[in-house]
C-alpha cells in the first residue's frame, strides 16, 4: 500500500525557517572561507574548519527542520539516533574537503570544479542518508532521475556560492551568495523529497528509535548554538564583514623602508666619468 506523504504539515513555517538556517550556514561558511584567503597560512586551517562546520551544521539543521513537517498519514515516523549524528559529521566532513581545496588552491578552475563538486555531493549525502535514518512501518523508493537532478542541484549551487567566495569583495557580495546557496539547497531538498515515494508492509509492527519530538528538537540546539557562536565571530571581526586583508606588504609597514638603502655615488653632470678597469694614479706624471 502506498503511504500519502505530507511535507508541509506546518504549512510555509517549516520551509521558510529551513531557508533560513541554510542561509545563515551558508554565509557564516563563506565569510570564513573568505577570510581564509586573506590570512597567512598558519591561520588558514582554522577558518577553513570554521567555515566548513558552518555550512555543514547549517545544511544538517536545514534538513531536519524541513523534516519536521514532514508526515506519512498512515504511519508513525522515527529517527535512529546513530545515522542522524552520521549525517551530520558526514556533511562537515565532505564540505570540509572542497573548501579546503578551494581555500588553497583557490576559486578558479580545476579547483573550483572539484572544490564545488565535492562540496555538493557533500550536500545531497548529508540529504539522502538522513532519510535512510527515518524509521517506518514501510519502505521508501525513489526515483532515479529526480534524485540525479536534485544532486546536480546541490553540486551547481556549491560551485557557485564558493566561486563568489573566491572573490573577496566584501560582506554583501557574501550575502548575496548565501542566498543563492540556501535557496539551492532547500531546492535540492524539497526535489529530492519530491522523488520519494513511501510503501507500506500491510502489519502494523512497530518500529524501532527516537521519535521526532523527542529526537530531533534535542538535537537541533547544539548545531543551532554553534551557529550563534559562529555569528558572534563574524561580528566582532571587522576585517571579515570588510572582506580587508589583515597584513599589508613589507613596504607599507611603518618603520620599515619602502626599499632597501643602497648608496650610490655622486654623479656629477660636467666631471668626466674615469674608466673602472684603469686605476687612477693621485699624483700627476712628469712627463
Known sequence: MQGTVDGFSYGLVTPLVAYLMACLGGALGLRCTTRSMLVTHSSRPAWLALGSAAIGSGIWTMHFVAMMGFTVRQAPLHYDKAMTFASLGVAIVMVGVGIFIVGYRGARGTALFTGGTITGLGIASMHYLGMAAMRL???????????????????????????????????????????????????????????????????????????????????????????????VVVMFDPLMVMGKPDWSPVEHKPGVPAHPSVHHPAHHPHRPVRPLGRRASRTPQNR
Open 137 to 231: 512501518n514501510g519502505r521508501l523508493e525513489y526515483n532515479t532521475f529526480t534524485v540525479a537532478v536534485s544532486v546536480v542541484i546541490a553540486m551547481c549551487a556549491a560551485t557557485a556560492a564558493l566561486w563568489a567566495a573566491g572573490q573577496v569583495r566584501g560582506f554583501l557580495w557574501s550575502v548575496g551568495a548565501s542566498l543563492v546557496m540556501g535557496l539551492a539547497v532547500s531546492g535540492m531538498h524539497y526535489t529530492g523529497m519530491a522523488a520519494l515515494t513511501v510503501h507500506l508492509h500491510g502489519t502494523s509492527a512497530p518500529t524501532s528509535g527516537e521519535s521526532p519530538a523527542a529526537l530531533l528538537w534535542p538535537m537541533l540546539i547544539g548545531p543551532l548554538a554553534f551557529l550563534l557562536i559562529a555569528a
